[in-house]
């Protein structure tokens, strides 16, 4: 039995990739928008009608197309109104980076329509860089805050949130456009196994390192850094890579011991693993208040 709905409704989209365990906790307090993947010229929705498997093996096919697209605005207006006519007095929506999708701009779209009752956040990330600020928001919601409280703690989260990762190659956010060329050409050339950050630009490399494993390495300890000596939630994100995921995991509680709070671990979706490419592994470090 579920209780009342907060006065303040959350959305987010699902390039969150929250774990099973936080999200089951947000009850009705979230609502997740998808996204849409196109493989081989067959159109679906993420988490609903194509999973990670499918984009991974279509990936290592190599000659299978795989292509993403933003929700349309009348996607989001359908939401948005249906939660104000469900009860809500207000919606924050909360979404991946502007630089990443076209998502955000469709949500800011939808948002004109409902004369100020609906505000839009750019996270300026992806996965749980995105998903902790959601989470935030939706246990400000919970706790009966304004939409001004509500959005305070998305944007306080998604500042104290570092999103990292880990990809094989540079060629699938090259071929999605989410990397110039010219960082990408420089990654085949030299055999560069980057790390990279997504900032307000988008995706960054943040170092350049020469064998996988000295770049897994030093993603725990740039991971470690970020942390400071604050109290910290993680995610690992992987796609079509556990194994290399659970042992990421495994170092980092390690290393954070008990300024560890909470750790969760998630295979990313279709959307984010058509532009990173199997094999790739993130760390999302979240300060805590």
């Known amino acids: 039995m579920t209780g009342p709905r907060p006065a303040v409704s959350v959305v987010t989209d699902s390039t969150a990739y929250l774990p099973p365990l936080p999200a089951a906790e947000s009850g009705g307090r979230l609502t997740v928008v998808p996204l849409a993947v196109v493989v081989n010229g067959v159109p679906g929705l993420e988490t609903v009608d194509v999973d990670s498997a499918t984009v991974a093996e279509a990936l290592n096919a190599r000659r299978v197309a795989v292509t993403t697209s933003r929700p349309s605005p ?6 948005y109104r249906g939660l104000l006519d469900s009860g809500a007095d207000a919606v ?73 990762f880990y990809v094989d190659t540079l060629e699938f956010l090259r071929r999605g456009g989410r990397i110039g060329a010219a960082a990408a050409l420089l990654g085949t050339a030299l055999s560069v196994k980057p790390i990279l950050h997504t900032t307000g630009q988008g995706v960054v490399v943040r170092e350049k390192v020469r064998t996988a494993s000295r770049a897994l390495a030093r993603l725990v300890d740039i991971a470690v850094e970020a ?31 008990e300024r560890l709070r909470g750790a969760y671990l998630t295979e990313v979706g279709a959307v984010v693993g058509a532009h990173v490419g199997p094999g790739m592994v993130a760390v999302v470090v979240h300060r805590v208040a």
């Not at 400071?228 to 011991?257: C, Q």
Request: charged letters at 20%; proline letters at 2%.
């Open 92 to 164: 924050l929506s909360v979404h991946l980076s502007a630089r990443l999708s076209g998502t955000y701009d469709a949500a800011v779209l939808a948002a004109a329509e409902f004369d100020g009752k609906v505000e839009v956040i750019d996270t300026e990330s992806t996965g749980m860089g995105l998903g902790f600020p959601a989470l935030a928001a939706a246990d400000a919601a919970a706790a009966g805050g304004t939409l001004a409280e509500v959005r305070k703690a998305a944007v306080d989260a998604a500042t104290r949130t570092t999103t990292l």
């Open 74 to 79: 009348e996607a989001f207006s359908q939401v």
């Open 227 to 257: 942390a400071g000596d604050t109290d910290v939630d993680i995610a690992v994100h992987h796609l079509a890579a556990p194994d290399r995921a659970d042992a990421l995991l495994t170092t980092l509680k390690e290393r954070l011991g």
